[in-house]
């Protein structure tokens, strides 16, 4: 964007995913600055009223959860014609619901692991157990994942093999009163592809000791690996293509994350997309960005740069 000086960070808000809002924030606030711009650091909590943003050049998403990443903070800038960064309206609500993210890639042929879809989570969950019909679609399994339909960072996720692990995700569980699905359990290898413009970034191979890339292992565990992928030239150009496919179906632009699974077959799923991945100084966004030479610094000028709105 020409003549750009002044660039507000929207971070915090009140979602389960504040604490990583405000390391992202505070990381792309320092990088902004950094880059020579002015800016401004603003809590999404202490906004009143979106109009008052309109003394900036630009807006530099970095609030997760539903606040940020949603679509109704998009849909009143587009409104306001406030620029900022990241994809539009449509296509985080597109990305935030995973039922409705599921159905797209589906319905665009590309592969996303089986789900059944339920209104909560209630005991009439627990009294028919796994061996219940609705689970039919799944058989034979030894495992399923439980997920919120609509939430970030792995909050409220939890892995299935028999009726004692779903009792124990049932008392576990943060909100059972919202839309979840049960999903196809891909056993093998977990990565994740970063695309700015339309263009990826190398893709990382996830590598944790934890069950699966849980909030823990984003956020907390030092035992988490970030590790530029080692697949074929076929196979990268396969899982790049792929990602290219589900950022393009959902409508997204900017700067967004594909996060795959590869089946020990090499048959690879899309799991989601993140239209506001974290940026946090171990996020995957800046890793990948650093097996190129990029630092933090440059990583945040390039979504500066890919801004559309």
Sequence with gaps: MENL??????????SSEREISLQSGGGVHEAVRALGYESNLIDFNDLTDLAELKNNDLIFIAL????GEGGGLQKKLEELNIP??????SACVNTWNKRKSKEILKANNI???KWLEIKEFSEDILQS?????SFNKFRPFKTIFLKPEEDGSSVDIFKITND???????????NRKRGFLFEEYVDGREFTVTIINNKCLPA???????????????YISSETDLVETKLSDAALNEINQISLNAYNALGCSGCARVDLLQDRDGVFYVIEINTVPG???HSCVPKSGSFIGLSYKDIVKKIIDASVY
């Design 5 to 14: 000086k002044n660039i507000a960070v929207i971070y915090g808000g009140s």
């Design 111 to 113: 592969n996303t692991p």
């Design 204 to 218: 990382i191979e996830i590598v944790t000791d934890n069950e699966f890339y849980d909030y823990d292992a984003k």
């Design 64 to 67: 997760h959860g539903f606040e």
């Design 279 to 281: 940026m946090t100084s």
């Design 84 to 89: 900022f960064t990241g994809s539009g309206y």
């Design 164 to 174: 004692e692990d779903l009792k124990k995700s049932y008392e576990l569980c943060t």
């Design 129 to 133: 157990g796994l061996q219940g019909e």
